[in-house]
């Protein structure tokens, strides 16, 4: 538990703007997509208008999440990558259980912007006033946001963790698919390598699945 | 001797316009009368143009029968038969009995293959199509394109369009709930409240006098459509003035400006979509004969029109359609049980990913 408190604190000493930064955007974006559905001369009519907004604002809680799991992944392994890990490899844990400590410091640092999102919808939610038969999804927002963070998280800090031998692989896969995709474009083949990918990642059982559909805090 | 003289004169001068009026209107008359015999000779002309291209075009091609659908096509691989097998049953239970009618109205469809650059002969009847068209996409052709005959001037111009067969119900009526709930007029918001009346308003059955009033009752309403709908056609010419007056917020200029607009051109609280789902509920609750009660008598309102097709009142209708667009209310946007299942376990999975890191490797 000290470990852990003493990971925390300096990924906290690290993160801390991000997560400060991160944490009044995740609160205020509610807001600012009901702007307005509280203002008495809104009546009840403008169900179209409100949805219209509060799907525009919605297409920026997939960019927070994706933004903050990166630079939240980025910066817990940057100065042990500065520092060529001395620093952890001399402290009395095993490496894994030394991983497991920093995933786990990073997604409790996290926990602030999810908390944040999630009381700006309540509150956002509360205090608008929404046309009858549109209703308001704060927990279900929240929740959507949260995964879509800490899938973020996990995969660049799954990335950062690795040597640029990994990084070299996984950009050498990406592009032998664009250069495949090229060539069968070329050749008149029927193969659409990226639309396939795109299936995979985005839709059903794709890991960034949780990223599409609809980031909408009021609905029908 | 003046009197009996001047009284006839005066008479014969007092009436000389009224024979020049009625010179006028014999003129108008004869003018007309030779506006219709040509309009007459034109129509049978074309009459006749349409049956020879119809000849040109179903000679030497094969007929395809299922139920009472007829399909006249040429040899290709397009599977019309299958299709048609498919088709049929979803327009006979719109068409009820009057489906029966289609077999004196084939379909006309030419198979072309889409690879060939060849010129081909030009039919000014029937579709032409690719003839490597699958099962579905052929399916979809004959549901849309069924030759039915169009409906009368009154239920054509209230639909707004053909009534055709429900592709997909489901969503049909997913559109409308989410048309109750967003189009921008009281009459449809009371509608989504559960009041039948307003229903009956948004959907252009009751009463058609002061459709402005009933449909935008609000100063708010008038000037969204104005400022939105019709921002390009007002903003002209005369109309700029009263057009900027409504936008500032002047009602009666707003007020003013839509009632100026031609007859049907105000836009409906609730789309064709709405009203030809009404209709289909119509006929399904109205069994086989539905269809033809709801053609029997064009001189008759809409409303009792499609009262009469379905057999209980127009408020009963009205009311079996409300809850059933209720009914079909879209799936909240709330993430299911597995999808969070699955973002946990690739969170698992990518956590492994940065702990069996070649890094840390010994």
């Not at chain 1, 169900?47 to 960019?63: E, F, I, K």
């Not at chain 1, 927070?64 to 042990?80: E, K, N, Q, R, S």
């Not at chain 2, 009534?163 to 989504?192: K, M, N, W």
């Given at each position: 538990?000290?470990?852990?408190?003493?990971?925390?604190?300096?990924?906290?000493?690290?993160?801390?703007?991000?997560?400060?930064?991160?944490?009044?955007?995740?609160?205020?974006?509610?807001?600012?997509?009901?702007?307005?559905?509280?203002?008495?001369?809104?009546?009840?009519?403008?169900?179209?208008?409100?949805?219209?907004?509060?799907?525009?604002?919605?297409?920026?809680?997939?960019?927070?999440?994706?933004?903050?799991?990166?630079?939240?992944?980025?910066?817990?392994?940057?100065?042990?990558?500065r520092g060529r890990h001395v620093q952890a490899l001399t402290l009395p844990v095993p490496r894994w259980r030394y991983v497991l400590l920093r995933f786990a410091a990073g997604m409790t640092l996290l926990a602030a912007p999810i908390l944040a999102v999630l009381m700006g919808a309540v509150l956002a939610a509360v205090t608008a006033t929404i046309p009858a038969g549109l209703q308001a999804y704060p927990f279900a927002l929240a929740m959507r946001f949260a995964l879509a963070v800490l899938i973020a998280y996990a995969v660049f800090f799954a990335i950062s963790a690795g040597t640029a031998r990994t990084a070299g692989i996984i950009l050498g896969a990406i592009a032998t698919v664009v250069v495949v995709q090229l060539v069968a474009g070329i050749a008149n083949l029927q193969l659409d390598l990226v639309s396939t990918m795109q299936v995979v990642l985005l839709h059903g059982l794709g890991p960034l699945a949780v990223f599409t559909g609809r980031w909408m805090l009021v609905d029908v | 001797m003046f009197r009996r003289f001047w009284l006839p004169l005066l008479l014969g001068v007092l009436a000389s316009p009224l024979r020049g009026q009625d010179t006028l209107v014999d003129r108008l008359r004869i003018r007309a009368d030779s506006l219709l015999r040509t309009w007459q000779q034109a129509v049978t002309i074309a009459n006749l143009a349409d049956s020879l291209e119809r000849e040109r075009a179903t000679s030497g091609r094969d007929t395809i029968a299922v139920g009472a659908l007829r399909i006249i096509t040429n040899p290709s691989p397009l599977p019309l038969r299958q299709a048609a097998a498919l088709a049929w049953p979803a327009i006979e239970s719109l068409y009820g009995s009057a489906a029966a009618d289609l077999a004196e109205r084939p379909y006309?469809?030419?198979?072309?293959?889409?690879?060939?650059?060849?010129?081909?002969?030009?039919?000014?009847?029937?579709?032409?199509?690719?003839?490597?068209?699958?099962?579905?996409?052929?399916?979809?052709?004959?549901?849309?394109?069924?030759?039915?005959?169009?409906?009368?001037?009154?239920?054509?111009?209230?639909?707004?369009?053909?009534?055709?067969?429900?592709?997909?119900?489901?969503?049909?009526?997913?559109?409308?709930?989410?048309?109750?709930?967003?189009?921008?007029?009281?009459?449809?918001?009371?509608?989504?409240?559960?009041?039948?009346?307003?229903?009956?308003d948004a959907l252009g059955l009751g009463d058609t006098a002061h459709l402005l009033e009933r449909w935008y009752p609000s100063a708010a309403e008038r000037r969204a459509i104005v400022s939105q709908s019709f921002a390009d056609f007002f903003n002209h010419g005369d109309n700029v003035q009263p057009f900027r007056e409504c936008v500032a917020g002047r009602d009666t200029s707003c007020t003013a400006l839509l009632r100026s607009l031609p007859p049907g051109a105000l836009p409906k609280p609730l789309t064709e979509a709405a009203r030809v789902s009404l209709v289909r509920d119509a006929l399904r609750l109205g069994g086989r004969d539905a269809y033809r009660r709801l053609l029997r008598d064009p001189e008759t309102a809409i409303g009792d029109r499609l009262a009469q097709a379905a057999g209980v009142g127009v408020d009963s209708l009205v009311a079996g359609w409300r809850n059933a667009a209720l009914a079909a209310r879209p799936a909240p946007v709330a993430l299911p049980w597995w999808a969070i299942g699955v973002a946990v376990g690739w969170v698992t999975v990518f956590a492994g990913c940065g702990l069996s890191s070649s890094r840390w490797r010994a």
């Open positions: 538990m000290a470990m852990f408190k003493a990971l925390l604190y300096s990924q906290w000493k690290w993160a801390r703007i991000i997560i400060v930064l991160g944490t009044l955007a995740g609160f205020a974006l509610p807001a600012l997509s009901l702007q307005g559905a509280a203002r008495a001369d809104r009546g009840a009519l403008q169900a179209q208008d409100l949805l219209h907004a509060v799907q525009s604002w919605g297409t920026l809680y997939p960019l927070l999440a994706a933004a903050l799991g990166l630079l939240v992944a980025i910066t817990t392994w940057a100065p042990d990558h | 006309l469809i030419r198979a072309a293959d889409p690879d060939s650059s060849a010129r081909r002969v030009v039919l000014h009847v029937g579709v032409e199509v690719p003839w490597d068209l699958d099962l579905r996409a052929t399916t979809m052709l004959l549901l849309t394109t069924v030759p039915v005959a169009p409906p009368d001037r009154p239920l054509g111009e209230w639909l707004t369009g053909g009534l055709r067969p429900a592709i997909h119900p489901r969503e049909d009526r997913t559109a409308v709930y989410l048309e109750l709930v967003t189009a921008p007029s009281q009459a449809t918001r009371g509608c989504f409240l559960g009041d039948i009346a307003r229903c009956i």
